[in-house]
């Protein structure tokens, strides 16, 4: 029965027509449920009501008073409505001033009372409320000190105000109106946490929760209840990964041999020492190739600390044991940046390594090197015979038969959820085959999967870790190279530029190469004074990119490149940018990941303040690949001292991981991964803060596991909420 009312579309509630229907689709609302969970982003105190008399700029107040004067104008060269207002009560006048709501003419009239909440501001010593909220109390009071106020029926003013996440035509104020049916519903509705969960984790009940969570009755009682439901997400999501790790130890894949001897001869060639954390990473690995279960394993390391050297090695392994290997690269380029790299370390053990990406197939052994012909090499790879692939997503494709599978590895993706790694364990639903008329290979009548690796370059908090990958086992490289040289980062002045703009023209001099970062792609078609009155004149790659190829450097060859070109587009600049066909490479963040240039030596990064840490350090990590100096320049329009303070304190930070964990709490794990990479509700993700709520909420889906047949509540709300996540 609950599960029914929360699933029941919103139409089904008093007041929700075909207009707000719409509106809220848009909101990706269309259940009970959804609009329940659709939880304030924050609260407006306007819980302190004042005479006009006594406000004063700044502070956040609610007034009492009769609407004296009132009307509307243009202005922005006539882009934007301003409604302007002036409020009076016994005690003065105030003025009220709207942006862009002219449909405010037909609600406020003059002569009616209304309470006004919001934050006041001053200009020319005048002080006035800025796009305040409002509720009317009559519309034909006369006299305001004859007014009764029923407190307890205001939604909008003079209390705590929800304000929630809206859409083009649906406002907080609307939204609030509608929530109060879908409330009455949810307090109906029976609690689907067990009492022993609800009691050790120290949660109050649903009921309390959701009626506090929307309108609460102190900020105190609305954190209590946003932790109530943070929970529950997080605990949910465990039991998906508990599940998930218990359906890969049911599964069998092939036992590599722990050939030791084999690695050390590897080893011996590589003409440096692998660092310790690089040694402890690979053995992990090791043990877990030679189990019959099948590896689920996250190798994570900085940007730079020689993960693609452990995963050639455990490929090189795999394929000595008779096996197949396959690495996956997001981008052609880091394809065949790979396939360079294999075929410099792997050279002298005898075992084929083959390149395949969508217009070009090669192959190298001790024996060959060169271009084939890509049915050729599908054939090869169809006779089950030992082999290392590498390549983009496109390997795994329909057409392409692995009979013996043993090891996939994926590189930087840590957007590969739970849902995606599964299917890359089964192997396209069809398993490992052998040679005999495609008879699927088994061990006591059981299908054969391979093992899974996947690599990300991002540092991953432990919270995180446990919170989004607790499916997965974990490996963590935490050490640079020997002898890897620092890179210099300086946090630059604007008035700086021309200075940084001759160190970069004297680098290219020396034949080496520069990259270029802005945030956006080009800046919203809105006039120069309203940018900045909204905060978005952050600088745009297009706009830069012909800015220094006509003014700066015509003389040199310069490339764009932004998230909104062909794939072919991207890969062909990105080709180019690494045959040094190109001396400076302006991009948006898409550089982030997948391009490996060891002759770029210089990173900008224009507009510092708009990216994360993390970010950032990914950024900073495109260079210092070879033997040379690498420099990383933060550049800033912004004069928020939180900003500067945030970049110089990168300047000096150099271990990702501690930058992660940094990161983490400034910025939470939204913006960490972005909400739609983590695939978990927006509450969960920035719950994912604390650890101790994140350990807790594992240890309790942990126990309750064995049981959830006994709990019928809980395990309808699992499957419920399996349907609605996805963990990407």
Not at 72 to 99: C, H, M, N, P, Y
């Amino acid at each position: 029965m609950a599960e029914s009312l929360l699933d029941k579309s919103l139409e089904s509630l008093k007041g929700i027509g075909p207009y707000y229907q719409k509106k809220l689709v848009k909101l990706r609302l269309k259940t009970v449920r959804d609009l329940l969970r659709h939880f304030p982003s924050r609260y407006e105190d306007f819980s302190h009501l004042k005479k006009i008399s006594e406000v004063s700029s700044g502070e956040v107040c609610s007034v009492f008073g009769k609407i004296e004067k009132l009307k509307t104008r243009k202005s922005f060269k006539k882009r934007l409505f301003i409604t302007e207002a002036v409020l009076q009560d016994e005690t003065g006048s105030i003025g009220i001033v709207w942006f862009g709501q002219p449909f405010l003419m037909r609600s406020l009239k003059k002569g009616i009372l209304v309470i006004v909440s919001g934050k006041l501001a001053e200009r020319d010593k005048k002080i006035f409320f800025q796009s305040p909220v409002f509720e009317v109390i009559s519309r034909n009071a006369s006299e305001i000190e004859e007014t009764e106020i029923h407190f307890e029926k205001l939604k909008h003013t003079a209390g705590l105000i929800p304000v929630y996440p809206e859409t083009k035509g649906l406002t907080s104020r609307g939204l609030r109106f509608l929530l109060k049916p879908a409330i009455d519903v949810g307090k109906n509705l029976p609690d689907f946490l067990p009492r022993s969960v609800i009691e050790q984790a120290g949660l109050i009940d649903f009921k309390t929760a959701i009626q506090e969570v929307h309108f609460p009755s102190s900020l105190e009682m609305a954190s209590i209840a946003r932790q109530r439901f943070a929970f529950e997400e997080i605990f949910l999501t465990q039991f998906l990964l508990l599940e998930a790790r218990s359906k890969n130890a049911s599964f069998k894949a092939p036992e590599i041999a722990m050939d030791i001897e084999f690695v050390k001869s590897i080893l011996a060639e590589l003409g440096f020492e692998l660092t310790q954390t690089q040694k402890q990473a690979l053995w992990e690995i090791i043990k877990d190739l030679n189990k019959n279960y099948p590896m689920n394993r996250l190798l994570n390391g900085d940007v730079g600390s020689g993960k693609t050297i452990v995963v050639l090695i455990a490929l090189a392994l795999v394929a000595k044991s008779g096996w197949q290997g396959v690495l996956m690269a997001p981008t052609e380029i880091l394809s065949r940046q790979h396939f360079q790299t294999a075929s410099r370390v792997l050279k002298n053990i005898n075992i084929e390594i083959a390149l395949l990406v969508a217009k070009q197939a090669k192959i190298f052994s001790e024996d060959m090197e060169g271009e084939l012909a890509k049915p050729s090499l599908k054939k090869i790879i169809a006779s089950g015979k030992p082999i290392i692939v590498i390549g983009t997503q496109a390997v795994l494709q329909k057409d392409i038969d692995f009979p013996k599978l043993g090891l996939v590895v994926v590189d930087e993706q840590h957007r590969f959820g739970v849902k995606q790694r599964q299917q890359l364990l089964v192997n396209n639903e069809s398993g490992i085959k052998n040679n005999e008329k495609d008879k699927p290979v088994t061990h006591n009548s059981q299908l054969l999967i391979p093992h899974f690796l996947s690599m990300s370059a991002t540092p991953i908090p432990r919270t995180l870790a446990l919170g989004l990958w607790g499916d997965l086992d974990i490996s963590i490289i935490s050490e640079m190279p020997k002898n890897r040289k620092r890179i210099e980062t300086k946090l630059m002045a604007p008035d700086k530029r021309q200075e940084l703009y001759r160190f970069i023209r004297e680098r290219v001099s020396q034949g080496e190469q520069v990259f270029v970062i802005c945030p956006r792609i080009e800046k919203p078609e809105l006039e120069l004074d309203y940018q900045r009155f909204l905060n978005l004149d952050a600088k745009a790659v297009k706009e830069e990119y012909e800015k220094l190829k006509n003014e700066i450097f015509p003389d040199l060859s310069l490339g764009l490149l932004h998230g909104k070109m062909k794939p072919s587009e991207k890969e062909k600049v990105m080709f180019e940018f690494s045959e040094n066909k190109l001396n400076i490479l302006v991009s948006t963040s898409v550089i982030e990941v997948g391009i490996d240039v060891p002759n770029a030596t210089v990173m900008v990064i224009e507009g510092a303040e708009h990216f994360g840490l993390a970010q950032l350090h990914q950024f900073r990590g495109r260079v210092g690949r070879g033997e040379k100096q690498s420099y990383c320049f933060l550049l800033t329009e912004s004069e928020s001292q939180t900003s500067q303070k945030r970049l110089e304190a990168f300047s000096e930070f150099f271990d990702g991981f501690s930058l992660a964990e940094e990161d983490l709490k400034l910025r939470g794990p939204g913006q960490f991964f972005g909400v739609q990479q983590s695939g978990i509700p927006d509450m969960a993700t920035n719950a994912l803060k604390d650890l101790k709520l994140v350990i807790l909420a594992r240890k309790l889906a942990e126990a309750c596991l064995p049981k959830l047949d006994q709990l019928s509540l809980l395990k309808n709300e699992l499957e419920s909420f399996r349907q609605r996540v996805h963990l990407e």
